[in-house]
T-cell receptor, first 115, second 112 residues
């Protein structure tokens, strides 16, 4: 079975500090894509960052970066210089290439950024 | 460019009633999906479509039906609503399997 596990249901961080959200996944496939999505209280799902499994270089988007460890099937998200607007639910997800593009989501981590 | 539009945004149904949720996208995306979101369970795939006229079952398809008669629209139907279908429903679309999803803003459905 293909699964995604986020072992931290809730986390908090002080404004301007760095926080890392954990994610592990399980698949026997070799070609897949990994994503982090943010869901603020508005409920809108927002793509934070995307990583192709065939790329060894970790993806970065401004203050957001990932630590992708393919052998360990680990895909953590690091948020640097945390801002109040980063307060949200964060979902890790992956999709297998050429399997209908279905996204498989983790349970989510609720992040609170405190002033 | 509206992206993905879901209607309605909120709905309350009585047990046994039926309804249809509409998802419309204006990006000419091939792939479309319906998810439900429940506390502590993330988003789970109900049904999806890889092109006009096609549909396929996802992880939790029971109690739901879908249709994709036009490329831009993906309809989710509940024939006989049950309290277990109380959830937030998200529609999403995707250009192809290498791209991220574009999500709608969700529909909060309560079945009493």
């Amino acid at each position: 079975a293909q699964t995604v596990t986020q072992s931290q249901p809730e986390m908090s961080v002080q404004e301007a500090e760095t926080v890392t959200l954990s994610c592990t996944y399980d698949t026997s496939e070799n070609n897949y894509y990994l994503f982090w999505y943010k869901q603020p209280p508005s409920r809108q799902m927002i793509l934070v960052i995307r990583q192709e499994a065939y790329k060894q270089q970790n993806a970065t988007e401004n203050r957001f970066s990932v630590n992708f460890q393919k052998a360990a099937k680990s895909f953590s998200l690091k948020i640097s210089d945390s801002q109040l607007g980063d307060t949200a639910m964060y979902f890790c997800a992956f999709s297998i290439y050429n399997q209908g593009g279905k996204l498989i989501f983790g349970q989510g981590t609720e992040l609170s950024v405190k002033p | 460019n509206a992206g993905v539009t879901q209607t309605p945004k909120f709905r309350v149904l009585k047990t046994g009633q039926s309804m249809t949720l509409l998802c419309a996208q204006d990006m000419n995306h091939e792939y479309m999906y319906w998810y439900r979101q429940d506390p502590g369970m993330g988003l789970r795939l109900i049904h999806y479509s890889v092109g006009e006229g096609t549909t396929a079952k996802g992880e939790v398809p029971d109690g739901y039906n879908v249709s994709r008669l036009k490329k831009q629209n993906f309809l989710l139907g509940l024939e006989s609503a049950a309290p277990s279908q109380t959830s937030v429903y998200f529609c999403a679309s995707r250009k192809d399997s290498t791209y991220g999803y574009t999500f709608g803003s969700g529909t909060r459905l309560t079945v009493v």
